[in-house]
């Protein structure tokens, strides 16, 4: 069963950065792609990124800040420049084995969730 296990999670003040990497146990499938989640509010598609043709999808509110980058087969990473107060959250990393994965964002479209990854932004 594929595993995905993220890290890079941290604390930083606002105007920061951070990294934050996924790595998969074995076949990704389509895509993979970032989600936030704080409690209390829904999960937040962060972006996501083709496997098989490199595309790319971010959400507004990350766009220009947020930058989703595939490492190799296995693995990818989301840069998170300019960070806000707003995106404190727990981030997941996740998979999906379905062909219309990349845009819209919808954390439906994907079927396998690592344990997430907390973020911390100060004011």
């Known amino acids: 069963q594929l595993r995905l296990v993220e890290s890079g999670g941290g604390s930083v003040q606002g105007g920061g950065s951070l990294k934050l990497s996924c790595a998969a146990s074995?076949?990704?499938?389509?895509?993979m792609g970032w989600f936030r989640q704080v409690p209390g509010k829904e999960r937040e598609g962060v972006a996501t990124?083709?496997?098989?043709?490199?595309?790319k999808s971010s959400a507004d509110s990350v766009k220009g800040r947020f930058t989703i980058s595939l490492d190799n087969d296995k693995a990818m990473s989301l840069q998170m420049n300019s960070l806000l107060p707003e995106d404190t959250a727990t981030y997941y990393c996740?998979?999906?084995?379905?062909?219309?994965?990349?845009?819209?964002?919808?954390?439906?479209?994907?079927?396998?969730w690592g344990q997430g990854t907390q973020v911390n932004v100060s004011s």
């Open positions: 996740a998979a999906s084995a379905y062909r219309d994965c990349l845009e819209p964002i919808n954390s439906g479209r994907y079927n396998v």
């Open positions: 990124v083709s496997m098989h043709f490199g595309g």
């Open positions: 074995g076949y990704v499938g389509y895509c």
